[in-house]
């Protein structure tokens, strides 16, 4: 009689098991700790939940056109989120196909290639997906509550969103796959980079303003309003699973049953179909792309730059080679004889070399550089963040005539700082935070070398932090250019972003050290830990408190006539006392515990 | 049985494996050395169907990898130089987890089990989390958990990394034992004293290219060395070396 367990319950028993005593792991958490990330989620979803709800009534409450506003808006929102799902599913389903431990320990049992597929593809899913949930549940629970929906409309969007997420979770295996065959590592790289630029590009470039008169406003304003929300069209177009998704909620919220029922078999149709698709014909695809990666086969070598290329490489390597005998052994070496080859010319390293940092110093950084450089994703990511600011900084220009009243000008120059802060907590926790765990089991390498532990983190907050400034300095340059803002406004801004900058650089590297994960090589499976989960709470609270204390403080006022110099002066005091609290106390935790770290 | 027919693998311009024929009969113990990057983890990947030859192809006990992989693996045993486990679960789950997937019964599990728990001392670790193993705890874990289902073919990447000289010892019989019993092993490594002491045949890889084979008795004659092992594979690989340097001349 054979087990009656199939493999693939068996790899989602196992994995649900690894999963569930790894929550357990909490209890071993201080509950301070625990007890703030809890609250924080619960105060997210809470907040959103009325922001939502808040913005949702004033939305509808806009005369005659309230409702079609709401609609436009629901379709846009699961549009952009169906492509960041996409996206999302690529990259993980990417590293998880290919770049995984266990996914090759599977490949050497009896366990048929379409379970190991299978599996991956639901776990990859369930990765990149659980965001999405996470910020849409407030926003479909406030849209429920303002349409006054029956009990049923909650149950059944959940139904529709889950159905809905198989179709990107395949989409994005497939993309994988078919890059995977035919790009090798860092060619897929570049192809995500390049379709991240072209995105923003196109966000750029469909987005653009468009400027109104006031009395086309007043005049014509459905003509005005069809004439903008022409730019939102592509989201209804019904080839969308995201327009099968918002036509189901929308349809089942207003009671049209019949209709909603339409999308939903629609949505379940393809997720089904396509689900059959993957499990009959992308398990042997996948087999041979999984081979094909550990083969480090490449499109790019059949194209002539590459190979012209990688001859300027081979021949720096032969010239390296020629410093050996022909019997492989190395030419005896005079002493203090130059060898070019083996010391290639490095940009980086006369850069550094003019800085005149210490050697130890310039080591560790000129390592650090090359290793993100090198990770196409960290520098991929960082771009697309920071890239986005920028298409909406560059874009404050159009904004400029409307933003008349000190009120607007205030209110956007305070969101500014805040978005600036909250990108750089985002790109501190994602590739900051796991810089001290990444070291892993090299640590020893720089551990034991006369700079020691403590010198290192000191060298990774200047360097992280440092390399932060450039980009929200600029960002806070720019911003301020264009909104016309006087240079004492701009300098206030550039104090308090520098300030924020060095505190969540400090919160990054103090917390990393403090919660290493020595024994896990992929930054994102570090960074989902309790540590890097509690890095971004505390960046986020931070951020909150110190944008909120600057703004009730501005010495500008909210309104044309009220400055007040006392007040400005002690927001400053919180500001500051807050900078210090939330990040020397972390930084200082985490340079005894380096000092203190047994190699 | 293992048999390796004209294997190659090319990584883009690079023949990392170069026609490779080979076959290890049912039972014998068969070490493979080399120097590094010489194609030895690369034959083996093709071997236990991680990664396609690019030409030629792999058996094991009859079963083609690529054509019928589920019937090779079936018979197959493969422990990696780091092994995959699973961190939050213990080493008896992470056995019974392996048994099941070769479709094993838990009677049958729970018997091969109360073989391998005692032999590779993992008794006292057998409740705890895999999370809290020492390396070479966990090393003992990936082996005993490979030779749970009795496979027909055991392929070991770098047994010894990580072991004491106890449980070396133990890994040791257990492989020389197994195979006395008809399974055949294909260890590779670079400890020259671990061919010598455990294997029927020695095979040298070299730059893709299997350069040598033979007991290490066949490898001294055939490189004019006695002594340990380590002599004649120091000679064998300086010849082909210099061969290769001369052709590429």
Not at chain 2, 52 to 77: K, N, W
Not at chain 2, 95 to 108: C, K, V, W
Request: one cysteine or more; a positive charge; proline letters at 5%.
């Amino acid at each position: 009689m054979k087990p009656s367990r199939t493999p693939l319950s068996l790899l989602l028993w196992v994995n649900s098991l690894s999963t569930w005593r790894r929550f357990l792991a909490l209890r071993h958490q201080s509950r301070l700790l625990v007890g703030v990330i809890g609250i924080f989620l619960t105060g997210y979803l809470l907040l959103s939940y009325f922001m939502f709800h808040l913005g949702l009534r004033f939305i509808g409450r806009f005369p005659g056109l309230g409702s079609l506003l709401v609609e436009r808006l629901i379709y846009l929102l699961f549009a952009f989120l169906f492509l960041l799902l996409l996206l999302s599913n690529l990259v993980i389903a990417y590293t998880n196909l290919f770049r995984n431990r266990e996914t090759a320990f599977l490949l050497t049992l009896p366990v048929p290639i379409e379970t190991v597929f299978i599996w991956k593809l639901i776990e990859s899913t369930l990765l990149a997906s659980w965001a999405f949930l996470f910020l849409i549940a407030p926003l479909l629970a406030a849209y429920g509550y303002v349409n006054h929906v029956e009990w049923h409309f909650y149950p059944a969007t959940l139904a529709l969103v889950g159905v809905f997420l198989v179709i990107p979770g395949v989409v994005g295996a497939a993309a994988a796959i078919v890059l995977a065959r035919h790009l090798d590592r860092k060619a897929f790289q570049i192809a995500v980079v390049t379709v991240l630029l072209s995105f923003i590009a196109l966000i750029a470039w469909r987005f653009q303003p468009e400027p109104i008169a006031n009395e086309q406003l007043e005049a014509r304003v459905q003509a005005v309003i069809d004439r903008l929300l022409v730019n939102t069209s592509f989201a209804q177009s019904p080839a969308l699973p995201s327009y099968w998704l918002s036509a189901g909620v929308q349809n089942w919220a207003e009671g049209a049953l019949h209709a909603a029922g339409f999308f939903a078999l629609v949505l379940a149709s393809y997720s089904l179909f396509l689900t059959r698709m993957a499990t009959l014909f992308l398990g042997n695809p996948f087999g041979e792309a999984a081979s094909n990666v550990q083969s480090r086969n490449s499109l790019f070598a059949e194209w002539a730059w590459f190979r012209r290329l990688e001859s300027r490489r081979s021949a720096l390597a032969a010239e390296l080679r020629s410093t050996f005998r022909a019997d492989g052994r190395p030419q005896p070496v005079d002493r203090g004889k130059y060898h070019p080859a083996w010391h290639p010319s490095d940009p980086l390293d006369r850069l550094l070399r003019r800085l005149r940092l210490a050697p130890d110093a310039r080591a560790v950084v000129a390592k650090d550089i090359r290793l993100f450089w090198r990770d196409t994703t960290q520098w991929g990511q960082t771009v697309l963040l920071f890239g986005l600011l920028t298409v909406y900084v560059i874009n404050l220009r159009h904004f400029t005539r409307q933003l008349d009243s000190q009120f607007w000008v205030s209110l956007v120059s305070f969101l500014n700082l805040g978005a600036c802060a909250l990108n750089v907590a985002t790109i501190t926790t994602r590739f900051v935070f796991p810089q001290f765990s990444l070291e892993g089991r090299r640590v020893w390498v720089v551990g034991l070398a006369p700079l020691g532990l403590a010198r290192t983190v000191w060298i990774k907050f200047w360097l992280a932090s440092i390399a932060a400034l450039l980009l929200t300095l600029s960002l806070t340059a720019l911003s301020g250019h264009l909104l016309h803002l006087e240079w004492p406004r701009i300098l206030f801004f550039a104090a308090a972003t520098t300030i924020m900058t060095f505190t969540l650089n400090a919160i990054a590297v103090g917390l990393g050290v403090l919660y290493p994960n020595f024994r896990e090589t992929n930054p994102s499976k570090i960074v989902s830990g309790f540590g890097g989960t509690f890095c971004l709470v505390l960046s986020l609270l931070y951020i909150l408190a110190s944008v909120v204390t600057l703004a009730l403080g501005s010495p500008w006022g909210w309104r044309e006539v009220d400055p007040q110099p006392g007040r400005a002066a002690f927001a400053w005091t919180v500001f500051i006392l807050f900078s210090v609290l939330a990040g020397a106390i972390p930084f200082r935790l985490g340079l005894r515990r380096a000092a203190e770290t047994e190699l | 049985m293992i048999e390796l027919i004209d294997v190659v693998k090319h990584f883009g311009d690079v023949r990392a494996v170069d026609g490779i024929r080979l076959t290890v009969p049912r039972g014998e113990f068969f070490c493979v050395l080399g120097p590094n990057a010489a194609g030895k983890t690369t034959t083996i990947k093709m071997l236990v169907g991680l990664i396609r030859p690019t030409s030629g192809s792999a058996r094991i006990a009859g079963f083609d990898v690529q054509s019928e992989p589920l019937e090779a693996r079936r018979r197959l045993a493969y422990v990696p130089d780091f092994p995959f486990l699973y961190e939050k679960l213990t080493p008896w789950e992470f056995l019974r987890f392996t048994g099941q997937l070769f479709l094993m019964e838990d009677e049958a599990i729970g018997r091969a089990a109360s073989d391998l728990v005692p032999r590779f001392q993992l008794e006292e670790w057998l409740h705890k989390p895999i999370e809290a193993l020492s390396h070479g705890t966990r090393q003992r874990v990936a082996i005993a958990s490979a030779l749970l289902h009795d496979p027909e073919v055991f392929v070991i990447d770098e047994p010894m990394v990580g072991l004491d000289p106890h449980h070396a010892r133990v890994v040791k019989d257990t492989l020389r034992e197994r195979a006395q019993r008809g399974m055949t092993v294909f260890l590779s490594t670079h400890q020259t004293s671990v061919a010598d002491e455990m294997a029927d045949r020695v095979g040298i890889i070299h730059r893709g290219r299997l350069v040598a084979v033979g007991t290490p008795a066949d490898l001294h004659r055939s490189a004019g060395t006695d002594g340990a092992l380590e002599c004649a594979f120091l000679a064998i690989t300086e010849d082909a070396f210099s061969e290769g340097s001369r052709s590429a001349q």
